[in-house]
């Protein structure tokens, strides 16, 4: 399978020339403020295996052990780099098929949400239900090449 993936608006795209590895949520309070949300969900290659195929991330050091990569004109959450380390792992969600790539392990669980077990058992609804028949145009990027 090729792995490709980018941010919301397009301006940034990737190609990983390995299979996604590590795949993991992490709920450290970093994860939670960078991502606006209760966890991140992250996969790696070697930093040799990304490959910035459109624009690039500008990157953020959020603490004198990592840096994140996010793109300058939307804000999506695009990479996490421990930078005494050869490797980067990229936003699951930012995967153009990141449902083939479910987390196996958890980080930072002393900063986990309470609530955050029980979401699979909260009413659900499916997104195209809740507009009540309206359509919606969105401006996104589609998860593939242009």
């Known amino acids: 399978m090729s792995w490709t993936g980018g941010c919301q608006c397009g301006a940034v795209r990737y190609r990983l020339d390995a299979d996604p590895a590590d795949s993991n949520v992490c709920h450290c309070r970093m994860c939670q403020k960078a991502a606006g949300a209760p966890f991140m969900a992250f996969a790696g290659v070697k930093l040799a295996e990304l ?3 459109r624009g690039a991330p500008k990157i953020f050091a959020s603490s004198d052990f990592a ?5 300058s004109d939307c804000g999506t959450p695009l990479t ?3 930078t005494e ?9 930012s995967l153009d098929h990141g449902g083939d790539v479910p987390p196996e392990k958890q980080f930072g ?3 986990k949400l309470p ?6 058992n909260l009413p659900a609804r499916d997104f195209t239900a809740a507009l ?7 401006h996104q990027h589609p998860d593939h090449e242009t």
């Open 132 to 138: 009540d028949g309206r359509s919606i145009r969105s």
């Open 51 to 53: 490959v910035w195929t």
């Open 115 to 120: 609530w955050t077990d029980a979401i699979s």
């Open 109 to 111: 669980t002393e900063s």
């Open 80 to 82: 996490y780099r421990a």
């Open 85 to 93: 380390h050869d490797r980067i792992a990229v936003t699951i969600g």
């Open 67 to 71: 840096e994140r990569g996010f793109c």
